[in-house]
T-cell receptor, first 114, second 112 residues
Framework: NAGVTQTPKFRVLKTGQSMTLLCAQDMNHEYMYWYRQDPGMGLRLIHYSVGEGTTAKGEVPDGYNVSRLKKQNFLLGLESAAPSQTSVYFC?????????????FGPGTRLLVL | GQQLNQSPQSMFIQEGEDVSMNCTSSSIFNTWLWYKQDPGEGPVLLIALYKAGELTSNGRLTAQFGITRKDSFLNISASIPSDVGIYFCAGLIYNQGGKLIFGQGTELSVKP
């Protein structure tokens, strides 16, 4: 069991470039999440998905898009990167987001936008 | 929106000392989770609390779910150097897509 994996681990972009971050989980979890973490702050939810083919906005969705074409994968896209999107991005997954539930996190993707 | 206030923001202690940190909110949560994050890593779950008043231990760690469901604390006894890291509390409300609300984190430093 690899758990939650993220690719790439680190990326440098120029302002205006686009990229896609990939999250994969092998635990057959229904729910998946994308967070960003900035210095001195906790994790903030960008987008999430409660199942294959469905996505929803989180706390800070602007400038990001997501897709959940397969249950095990959750993609985070930046169409036109901005320096404000320099951050560490974490993916997480959980079973159903209900009672007795917890979220498991990936190792993170460090993104620098110049 | 919901917010969690976590304190203290940072702690610098001697090895062997006990540590206590807490989270409070104006909102009621159904679940409280405590995570630890090591440098360059993702958060790792330490303790999960599912019932008001619940007191749960995991080795030297003890956490409680407040009776009002608006707060939680985490204690670490007899700290060791590997306890260094950032500790986050997170609250979850059912029927909101399993979304977690995170505290700002407590950065713990342990001096040998």
């Amino acid at each position: 069991n690899a758990g939650v994996t993220q690719t790439p681990k680190f990326r440098v972009l120029k302002t205006g470039q686009s990229m896609t971050l990939l999250c994969a989980q092998d635990m057959n979890h229904e729910y998946m999440y994308w967070y960003r973490q900035d210095p001195g702050m906790g994790l903030r939810l960008i987008h999430y998905s409660v199942g294959e083919g469905t996505t929803a906005k989180g706390e800070v969705p602007d400038g990001y898009n997501v897709s959940r074409l397969k249950k095990q994968n959750f993609l985070l896209g930046l169409e036109s990167a901005a320096p404000s999107q320099t951050s560490v991005y974490f993916c997480a997954s959980s079973y159903l987001g209900q009672s007795q539930e917890t979220q498991y996190f990936g190792p993170g993707t460090r993104l620098l936008v110049l | 929106g919901q917010q969690l206030n976590q304190s203290p923001q940072s702690m610098f202690i001697q090895e062997g000392e006990d540590v206590s940190m807490n989270c409070t909110s104006s909102s009621i949560f159904n679940t409280w989770l405590w995570y630890k994050q090591d440098p360059g890593e993702g958060p790792v779950l330490l303790i999960a609390l599912y019932k008001a008043g619940e007191l749960t231990s995991n080795g030297r760690l003890t956490a409680q779910f407040g009776i009002t469901r608006k707060d939680s604390f985490l204690n670490i006894s007899a700290s060791i150097p590997s306890d260094v890291g950032i500790y986050f509390c997170a609250g979850l409300i059912y029927n909101q897509g399993g979304k977690l609300i995170f505290g700002q984190g407590t950065e713990l430093s342990v001096k040998p």
